[in-house]
């Protein structure tokens, strides 16, 4: 229903528009008072790179986030990464992840975010709060935000927006009546688009998710034999099911039945086990599968993902990202590790 919705192939979107006017007219305000200096943004002492985007649902943020942490890393950076850790409750903010953090408390993506880098990452609903807790831990040359375009609360020097290359901005309506959160020509403001997808427009950058091996969750039965996928179930809760399905397809992989769940939901151990009634494989996304790690059965596997960008303009990018670097310390007075 939402996606027919804001897909603009049901009229009914036209009876939300009152909201999404008003939803339009809110967050336009909070952006104003942060430009005219009513509400005040906190910089923090090294450059802040936000990866987000326009619309709501999964375009593909946590591949880049991955992408960039480790292509800086490679070029000599500390780089940590900041969230606000949507779906997780922590006793406590901000929460600094170790191997013991679990999604229920941390949230999934940034879980997924730390186990594939080994990076240092933090949590907080405020993210100058995360901010400040990763660099009181350990010296960082650049800090990385998963989400956050719209969280002008904390100072960004470099922008970039990753948009679904297949959906773009469907009807390109605000909230609810659209999937938009803020309006297109926001995108003539950031540094860098990038399309997860499709076709990538004039300026934008083309982003590929290649996928890796299916992987099974349960390490300790990883020397068993493959088993006939052919067979198999597939499940997502992310963003946009439909893109999992089809990576699949790519693949080779008709599964025999496909179930959506809700971006970020919470699995129950029972209900996931009952897709599989004769045992058939379940194929789900990696992020599904920090949430169901500690409960998963044998026949349950995942699917990696590697963002691929091309050059010469990934390169050009992360150059943008390290010039910012290099003039940070260098207004600070602090030699520059970054090659």
Not at 15 to 39: C, D, F, M, V
Not at 254 to 282: C, I, K, M, S, V
Not at 296 to 325: F, H, K, S
Request: net charge positive; hydrophobic share 45%; with cysteine.
């Amino acid at each position: 229903m939402i996606e027919r919705l804001w897909s603009g192939r049901s009229p009914l979107y036209w009876l939300l528009l009152p909201l999404s006017l008003l939803y339009g007219a809110i967050t336009g305000l909070i952006r104003l008072s942060y430009r005219l200096g009513w509400r005040k943004s906190w910089r923090a002492p090294v450059p802040v790179v936000v990866v987000g985007n326009l619309t709501a649902g999964g375009n593909g943020k946590t591949p880049v986030v991955i992408w960039l942490v480790e292509q800086l890393r490679a070029r000599g950076l500390r780089v940590g990464v900041v969230s606000r850790g949507y779906g997780g409750r922590a006793t406590r903010y901000p929460l600094l992840l170790s191997a013991e953090s679990t999604p229920a408390e941390a949230g999934d993506e940034p879980v997924l975010i730390y186990q594939r880098t080994g990076a240092p990452v933090a949590v907080a609903p405020q993210r100058a709060e995360a901010v400040k807790a990763l660099l009181a831990a350990q010296p960082l040359d650049v800090v990385i935000t998963d989400d956050g375009l719209q969280h002008y609360a904390l100072a960004r020097d470099v922008e970039i927006v990753v948009v679904d290359g297949e959906r773009r901005f469907g009807n390109g309506w605000w909230l609810p009546a659209g999937p938009m959160r803020e309006r297109a020509s926001r995108l003539a403001s950031v540094d860098a688009v990038i399309v997860n997808g499709g076709t990538a427009g004039e300026g934008e950058l083309p982003m590929r998710l290649q996928p890796g091996q299916l992987t099974r969750l349960q390490t300790t039965a990883d020397g068993a034999q493959a088993p006939d996928f052919s067979q198999a179930i597939a499940m997502a809760g992310i963003g946009h099911p439909p893109r999992f399905f089809a990576t699949l397809q790519g693949l080779g992989i008709r599964p025999l039945r496909t179930y959506a769940f809700a971006d970020h939901q919470a699995y129950q151990p029972a209900a996931l086990r009952a897709l599989t009634p004769h045992g058939e494989p379940l194929l789900m996304t990696e992020k599904d599968a920090v949430k169901c790690r500690g409960f998963a059965a044998d026949n349950w596997w995942y699917l990696p993902v590697t963002a691929q960008l091309p050059e010469p303009q990934a390169g050009a990018l992360l150059q943008q990202i390290i010039r910012g670097v290099t003039r940070r310390k260098a207004q600070t007075g602090e030699g520059s590790r970054a090659h």
